[in-house]
């Protein structure tokens, strides 16, 4: 008898055994293929993972599959096998893990088949650009880009290279010279392309180890300055995995924030280019994960969710800026993408890169100890030289100045010079903090352990933790004192005093705020790149990978959160948010200024960072972190639990009952999180903490069973296999 092992989109570790739907050839189930099945009440769309011919339930109790979705497996052995991989490795529910690797339209049960896109397309192709009229400027854009696209483009396409299309393209529609039309590929270029540059020495060092490699797993930690040429290698080892006749998967922190990425992959190579991201539609992103598993797209570049897309024929994964946090999951499934590409070129005996100006120290460890390759590219290319620091100790400087006097002068010469400035402050909003000096009173949020900060633009107070906003208190409820004040630096804060100080020069800020609206990022990126822009200022948002040619001037404006964080890794994402701001300093031909501004001058690891650099700053961060026994020296594992009426302590403290005597692996806690409370829900956690993976793992799979389901009700909780922040 055959038996079906079916995962399910239920929070459940196991499989459910269900016998072959009623009257199917059995030629047909092959593991990888989508059943709908019965699961109490409900049809679930399940996977069939593996066929048995025993169950652990008696075969009279067992239910038939209703019947079978697809004719051939979505997901091949290996694919599956990583997800099962995965599963075991974040201790999560398998039906979850897959729910999470397929597209949602998969996830519902529609058909696995390549279905065309609507898109737009020329009408007709004798188009005279010069007929339009001069001031439509929008309109020659789209035809000029719809000339270079013959077979179509999809709006979201348009959108993504051409801002604010969606006027434009009806009335280009209304003249009959466009039509929406079916399309059926991706977008795809077919214009001159750029040729190869000559790589340098430390460049061609790893083009050439890389490509020796490429017929097995060949794990490299490309460690280059911004700036050094890491894109231009990628883009010369593709070339190679392309001429092999395979596919490269490349993942990045953020897409829509950097479109000069894509658009330099486009300009490389002449085949279509897929991308991944959180604004393609239901049908875009059924349409491109097929075509990567049929392998009719070999260029595939996405976000964190992307390693999941299926691969014909893998050649090379990329993982560009490895040390993002944003390649980790920070809620349900907890995976880091970085860690999963880097099991799935083992599994696909592929190499795989992971590349980064501040990589991070467990990257590098692993270097030291031999799991990865480790190469380096030290100097900028081109003729780009690396920026100056200078620390500017803010004691010294007038109370409640935000802006230190050394700053100020800097960005006048900059204004002077006509170069752009670019000035980072890691907090948004006006103030951080309403306080009524009379009595003391603090505004905090309600429902989160957390001030509220005051907004300008809205003139509201909101929590940036559980997002509730309310009217700015007109007097102290406490003690009815009618003057509050407002304290701490924000974004918006600091654009109002550059606005009365500079009040000829064009500022720009760029937060979330500022950002949240449809293609805002896009508008603002135009005004940079044009250089309509003398002074940005915005949050680690502008750290994120951008090529600013004009800036000149990197101005830090308070880094000190990071220096005396709470978290274990606050001094390493603290040195890599500022050197990789800095890095956005002088990345053409004008030398680039740092300027930092803190009370903590001689605090001994920003003195590193700044003396001695990045690598040296890692290598004494490492140090530290061997001597407190903390990652990547030890394995954590973080159980956090929240409850609505009362800390989960109690809960926290059965579970570490629960735990079996394991000399292997230490239960630290129960502690409160350092956030206490967040949107009504308070929190605790226990960490586990392991010299070794293995007897951590085996503890968690003994362990885990026994403990109550999460309940969100009661106490839900998660388990979080290496954390990345200790909230
Ligand atoms: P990274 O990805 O490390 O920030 P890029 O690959 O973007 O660096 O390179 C930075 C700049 O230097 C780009 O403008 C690129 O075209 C240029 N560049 C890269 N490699 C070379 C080279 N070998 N010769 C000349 N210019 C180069
Ligand atoms: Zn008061
Ligand atoms: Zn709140």
Redesign the pocket.
């Known amino acids: 008898m055959l038996i079906l092992q079916v995962a399910i989109p239920r929070p459940l570790f196991n499989y459910f055994d269900y016998l072959p739907p009623i009257g199917i050839d059995t030629n047909q189930l092959r593991p990888g293929i989508r059943l709908k099945v019965p699961f109490g009440n409900i049809n679930y769309v399940g996977m069939l993972v593996n066929i048995t011919n025993e169950s652990k339930c008696p075969i009279n109790k067992l239910k038939p599959a209703i019947h079978i979705i697809d004719l051939n497996p979505i997901l091949s052995e290996n694919e599956l096998g990583l997800m099962k991989w995965a599963a075991n490795y974040y201790h999560y529910y398998i039906g979850e893990v897959i729910a999470t690797a397929l597209p949602s339209a998969l996830n519902q049960g529609l058909p696995a088949k390549i279905k065309p896109l609507i898109g737009w397309k020329l009408a007709k192709t004798n188009i005279q650009l010069d007929n339009l009229p001069k001031n439509a400027v929008k309109q020659k854009a789209i035809l000029n880009l719809l000339q270079q696209h013959p077979q179509g483009l999809t709006q979201t396409f348009i959108n993504s290279s051409l801002p604010k299309a969606s006027p434009s393209l009806k009335t280009l529609q209304q003249k009959g010279w466009i039509t929406t039309e079916l399309i059926d590929i991706i977008p795809n270029k077919t214009i001159a392309k750029s040729s190869h540059?000559?790589?340098?020495q430390a460049?061609t060092k790893v083009v050439n180890q890389v490509c020796n490699n490429l017929q097995q797993f060949y794990p490299v930690l490309l460690d280059?300055?911004?700036?050094?040429?890491?894109?231009?290698?990628?883009?010369q080892i593709i070339q190679k995995v392309l001429d092999q006749g395979k596919q490269a998967l490349i993942l990045v922190p953020e897409i829509n924030l950097t479109p000069q990425t894509v658009n330099?992959f486009e300009q490389r190579f002449a085949i279509p280019i897929a991308t991944w991201h959180s604004r393609l539609n239901k049908d875009e992103r059924l349409h491109t994960w097929l075509l990567a598993k049929d392998g009719i797209t070999s260029i595939i570049i996405g976000t964190r969710s992307a390693i999941w897309i299926p691969l014909a024929n893998p050649g090379i994964f990329i993982v560009?800026e490895e040390h993002d946090l944003s390649y980790k999951q920070q809620n349900k499934f907890r995976y880091s993408a970085r860690d999963i590409a880097v099991v799935r070129s083992k599994r696909a005996k592929v190499p795989v890169l992971l590349?980064s100006?501040t990589p991070s120290l467990d990257s590098l460890y692993n270097t030291t100890c031999k799991r990865y390759l480790y190469f380096k590219?030290p100097e900028?290319?081109?003729a780009?030289v690396h920026p100056t620091y200078y620390i500017v100790d803010m004691r010294q400087q007038p109370p409640k100045e935000s802006l230190s006097r050394q700053l100020i002068r800097a960005i006048k010469q900059r204004l002077a010079a006509k170069q752009q400035i670019l000035l980072f402050i890691n907090r948004r909003g006006y103030a951080s903090t309403l306080t009524c000096y009379k009595c003391g009173w603090v505004a905090f949020c309600r429902h989160c352990d957390a001030r509220l900060t005051y907004h300008e633009t809205s003139k509201n107070l909101q929590c940036h933790h559980c997002g509730i906003m309310q009217p700015l208190y007109i007097q102290c409820p406490e003690c009815k004192h009618s003057k509050l004040y407002l304290l701490g630096q924000g974004t918006e804060r600091v654009e109002e005093y550059l606005r009365t100080k500079f009040s000829d020069a064009n500022i720009l800020r760029i937060d979330s705020d500022s950002t949240s609206r449809k293609n805002a990022m896009e508008n603002i990126l135009e005004q940079i790149h044009t250089g309509g822009v003398d002074i940005l200022i915005g949050t680690q948002m502008l750290a994120k990978?951008h090529?600013f040619p004009k800036v000149t001037l990197v101005g830090i404006i308070n880094i000190d959160s990071g220096l005396y964080g709470s978290d274990f890794r606050s001094s390493e994402r603290m040195a890599q948010l500022l050197i990789q701001v800095s890095?956005r300093s002088g990345?053409?031909n004008e030398p680039g200024e740092v300027i930092i501004q803190t009370y903590h001058p001689e605090h001994p690891l920003l003195t590193k960072l700044i003396q001695k650099g990045y690598p040296e700053f890692a290598q004494a961060a490492l140090k530290e972190r061997y001597i407190a026994a903390f990652p990547p020296y030890t394995y954590l594992a973080l159980l956090r639990a929240e409850s609505i009426d009362k800390p989960p302590l109690e809960f926290l403290e059965q579970a570490k009952q629960l735990a079996h005597q394991c000399e292997n692996v230490q239960l630290w806690g129960p502690v409160m999180s350092p956030m206490e409370k967040r949107a009504d829900w308070y929190r605790a956690q226990l960490l586990l903490q392991a010299l070794q993976r293995k007897p951590l793992h085996d503890f968690i799979n003994q362990w885990l069973p026994k403990l109550p389901v999460s309940n969100n009700k009661k106490v839900r909780w998660s388990l979080d296999i290496d954390p990345q922040d200790l909230f």
């Not at 540059?197 to 340098?200: D, I, S, T, V």
């Not at 280059?224 to 883009?235: A, I, M, N, P």
Request: charged share 20%; glycine share 22%; no cysteine.
């Open positions: 540059l000559q790589l340098n460049q280059g300055v911004t700036g050094s040429g890491k894109t231009e290698v990628y883009l330099r560009d590349g100006a590219l900028r290319a081109g780009a990978g090529h890095g990345r053409a």
